[in-house]
């Protein structure tokens, strides 16, 4: 069968759009994410979307590795990449019987809660990094547990390279090296366990490419123009509307 008649042209502007949205974020537009994997699981299905998606990150993390490598900063991948592949983990275990609905509404909770501390710590311009374990933990655990089921990891690790201070190269380059890591990890469970990447998912992302590759060729051009400390604002207003984009799909 032609792989473009499987799906209507409605569904495939849907599908395109998120690819390059895709290639927006990991470009340094962070905090899209949210939006890009809910356009994937409305014409996938929540599930199914992941298979999709994130053969797609990983190319796109690739590329996002090459261009920002220079700036990452390995202590903070060290520090939070072990707690994120435990949440991984966990989210192999409880992935199957989830209640997704439920799931993404208790998550996106989290995501405004966590936010409303961010934005106050803003409020009070306090320079001063969280240094608790604690911190480094539950945001470790909670994006590996939702990348593996949702690839919606993309909002705690914003709240964690935000709180850390990163300047914006830093943040960024970071992340990328992480996302690489915890994404080919995740590979083999969407392949062997939960049977999400096959032939015919491998075909709707070849032809998603030059969409990924426009979107972070043009976020790589946006990114060079924002200021760190507009950037901080731009990823934390990204990660609130995505978070209520989440909480208010059904």
């Not at 990447?197 to 030059?210: E, M």
Request: glycine letters at 8%; one cysteine or more; proline letters at 3%.
């Amino acid at each position: 069968m032609n792989i473009f008649s499987s799906y209507p042209a409605f569904d495939w502007i849907l599908i395109l759009l998120a690819s390059f949205i895709i290639g927006l974020g990991k470009a340094g537009l962070k905090g899209l994410d949210m939006l890009s994997v809910t356009l994937m699981a409305f014409v996938f299905g929540g599930k199914s979307s992941t298979g999709i998606v994130l053969p797609l990150l990983c190319v796109a993390d690739v590329a996002a590795v090459l261009y920002y490598n220079r700036h990452a900063q390995w202590k903070y991948f060290w520090k939070v990449t072990p707690w994120m592949v435990i949440g991984v983990l966990l989210g192999v275990y409880f992935g199957k019987d989830m209640n997704e609905q439920l799931f993404r509404k208790i998550m996106a909770i989290i995501i405004l809660v966590t936010i409303f501390i961010v934005l106050f710590m803003e409020y009070r311009k306090s320079e001063k990094v969280p240094t608790h374990p604690a911190f480094t933990i539950a945001t470790g655990v909670s994006a590996g547990f939702t990348t593996m089921l949702g690839n919606l990891a993309g909002a705690f690790s914003n709240l964690y390279f935000l709180a850390m201070r990163l300047p914006k190269n830093d943040f960024i380059g970071t992340a990328a090296w992480v996302f690489l890591f915890v994404n080919l990890f995740k590979l083999p469970f969407q392949v062997f366990y939960w049977k999400n990447i096959h032939l015919q998912s491998l075909k709707v992302d070849t032809i998603l490419l030059p969409t990924l590759a426009l979107g972070f060729i043009l976020g790589i051009k946006l990114v060079a123009k924002i200021q760190d400390e507009q950037y901080r604002k731009l990823v934390m207003l990204l990660t609130l509307v995505g978070s209520i984009f989440m909480f208010f799909k059904h």
